[in-house]
Nanobody, 121 residues
Framework: QVQLVESGGGLVQPGGSLRLSCAASGSIFSIHVMGWYRQAPGKQRELVALSTSDGNTNYADSVKGRSTISRDNAKNTVFLQMNSLKPEDTAVYYC???????????????WGQGTQVTVSS
């Protein structure tokens, strides 16, 4: 069993900042990619940022320069620091992880339950 638990969402004013956290726990051998996606009402889920095990990162154009993804590999945790937040950043933010549960096993993708981020004055 693997669980991803997000925290850090909430209501913030435009121009403000938030730091999201996501901790993976359970039977985990290795984590390859951890990332953040978001889904606004009436829209498809979209990539926000991802971080690979070898240190590479990728950001959506809409958040580039305003957000930073980081990882604590020892704690199987990924963070998303978001600055200069805009109303259009309002969405449910989901954490995901591509991981192996054993050395010779396949890579599976797991998702967290989501955390609401609302940017409004």
């Amino acid at each position: 069993q693997v669980q991803l638990v997000e925290s850090g969402g909430g209501l913030v004013q435009p121009g403000g900042s938030l730091r999201l956290s996501c901790a993976a726990s359970g039977s985990i051998f290795s984590i390859h990619v951890m990332g953040w996606y978001r889904q606004a009402p009436g829209k498809q889920r979209e990539l926000v940022a991802l971080s690979t095990s070898d240190g590479n990162t990728n950001y959506a154009d809409s958040v580039k320069g305003r957000s930073t993804i980081s990882r604590d590999n020892a704690k199987n945790t990924v963070f998303l620091q978001m600055n200069s937040l805009k109303p259009e950043d309002t969405a449910v933010y989901y954490c995901n992880a591509d991981l192996k549960r054993r050395a010779d096993g396949p890579v599976f993708r797991y998702w967290g339950q989501g955390t609401q981020v609302t940017v409004s004055s």
